[in-house]
């Protein structure tokens, strides 16, 4: 049995100590699997939070994005600009649809997809009709932008809404891992005609799975929940009147939703106060920590630095069970997407990428094991040939 200043520190593990069991069990007992009152609450408490009109539960994340852009209009061999520094399920969801992802690098300070060069991009490579955006070069439709509030970091939605409507754009938020963001006082996911959100068992709250679409549309929100449910239109008779996807969370999962709800305040404390620790532990040792943009209130889900040496680090730390991951891979360097357009000037993704590290942020760490992340870092710094 390993001695506790051995024990393992995860990564980023849910925290089911509310009244999960509680609420799944009665949801079983009600015999509501595929519909429930606890998705009906889960919605109203997301709704709530957020500010958003409509919130409607889907069964991941990953689904949230194919519907979300989908209702946005997002056709066969259309052009989507994502950023090029993210969890690839956001180009993913692009493929789906027969379109393809234009990557656009990002800010070296925020890690957010860069709104100059967003603009460069739109303003000397495609030209406006009144049928849309196209790319000169082909004649692509360009039909919308997926922003990604990485880590909790919220984009300059206000620039990059201009910049949509001047190129007639439609915005869909990947809010995926920022529930409990805010930009000026707006909850993340809100800002655009729609925003998605990740319940995976690493987010921080967790339906196992599950993930929304969120927005302020009646009309789109009527046509969401259409179409997530096989675009059935008939009450009784099975008549589909368009191509729907079977995407709906079930309430069992959703009960876990509203527990983990119920407890948001106290992990949004622990998160901010996780991350303010190893800010101050490792600051002055010369870590560089992503920058917030301005008027954001982070959820600081996860914490991560730039570390020269970050996959040597990666791999200390993991022989002394400590688990730490890189930052995503650059997805212009993938292989599904190596022939799609990379906008880019430097390549800043692929250097914060090679040095990105995530560090261990669960709600349920304890004092003692933030510390001794923080001791472990210190001293393989110090003894080994790694630096900030």
């Given amino acids: 049995m390993e001695t506790s200043?051995?024990?393992?520190?995860?990564?980023?593990?849910?925290?089911?100590?509310?009244?999960?069991?509680?609420?799944?069990?009665?949801?079983?007992?009600?015999?509501?699997?595929?519909?429930?009152?606890?998705?009906?609450?889960?919605?109203?408490?997301?709704a709530d939070y957020t500010g958003a009109a409509h919130v409607i539960g889907v069964c991941n994340g990953t689904s949230a994005l194919q519907a979300a852009l989908t209702l946005a209009g997002v056709e066969k061999g259309d052009l989507v600009l994502v950023p090029d520094l993210t969890f690839v399920a956001t180009a993913n969801a692009v493929k789906?649809?027969?379109?393809?992802?234009?990557?656009?690098?990002?800010?070296?300070?925020?890690?957010?997809?860069?709104?100059?060069?967003?603009?460069?991009?739109?303003?000397?490579r495609t030209y406006l009709t009144n049928a849309g955006c196209f790319l000169r070069e082909n004649h692509r439709r360009v039909s919308a932008i997926v922003p990604v509030h990485l880590l909790g970091n919220v984009c300059e939605m206000d620039r990059l809404s201009a910049i949509a409507a001047a190129f007639s754009l439609r915005v869909v938020e990947d809010a995926a891992c920022s529930l409990g963001s805010f930009r000026n006082g707006q909850h993340s996911?809100?800002?655009?005609?729609?925003?998605?959100?990740?319940?995976?068992?690493?987010?921080?709250?967790?339906?196992?799975?599950?993930?929304?679409?969120?927005?302020?549309?009646?009309?789109?929100?009527?046509?969401?929940?259409?179409?997530?449910?096989?675009?059935?239109?008939?009450?009784?008779?099975?008549?589909h009147n368009d191509l729907?996807?079977?995407?709906?969370l079930v309430n069992p999962l959703a009960a876990m939703g509203c527990a983990q709800m119920e407890q948001l305040p106290s992990f949004l404390k622990t998160k901010k106060e996780i991350a303010a620790h190893y800010r101050h532990e490792f600051m002055e040792l010369g870590a560089t920590f992503q920058q917030l943009a301005p008027g954001t209130e982070s959820n600081y889900w996860h914490p991560a630095i730039l570390v020269d040496g970050s996959r040597e680090l990666i791999a200390a730390l993991a022989s002394e069970n400590i688990e730490t991951r890189p930052l995503w891979t650059p997805i212009h360097t993938l292989r599904v997407f190596r022939n799609d357009l990379f906008v880019s000037l430097e390549n800043i993704s692929s250097s914060v990428s090679k040095r990105g590290m995530m560090l261990p942020c669960s709600t349920s760490i304890s004092n003692d094991q933030l510390?001794?992340?923080?001791?472990?870092?210190?001293?393989?710094?110090?003894?080994?040939s790694i630096k900030f």
């Avoid at 656009?104 to 967003?118: F, G, Q």
């Avoid at 729907?244 to 709906?248: A, D, I, T, V």
Wanted: aromatic share 8%; charged share 20%; proline share 4%.
């Fill in 244 to 248: 729907g996807y079977n995407f709906r």
């Fill in 5 to 46: 200043d051995h024990a393992p520190i995860p990564l980023c593990e849910p925290n089911l100590n509310g009244r999960e069991k509680a609420y799944m069990a009665e949801a079983v007992d009600s015999n509501w699997l595929s519909n429930g009152s606890f998705l009906t609450r889960f919605e109203r408490q997301l």
């Fill in 189 to 239: 996911g809100t800002f655009g005609s729609m925003g998605t959100m990740s319940f995976n068992s690493n987010k921080i709250i967790t339906t196992a799975g599950g993930g929304a679409i969120l927005t302020n549309s009646d009309i789109l929100a009527k046509r969401a929940r259409h179409l997530i449910t096989q675009a059935k239109s008939h009450a009784t008779e099975y008549i």
């Fill in 96 to 124: 789906y649809l027969g379109a393809d992802p234009v990557m656009v690098d990002i800010d070296p300070a925020t890690w957010l997809m860069d709104l100059d060069l967003l603009l460069d991009f739109l303003e000397h």
């Fill in 371 to 384: 510390e001794r992340v923080c001791s472990t870092v210190r001293n393989l710094l110090h003894n080994q």
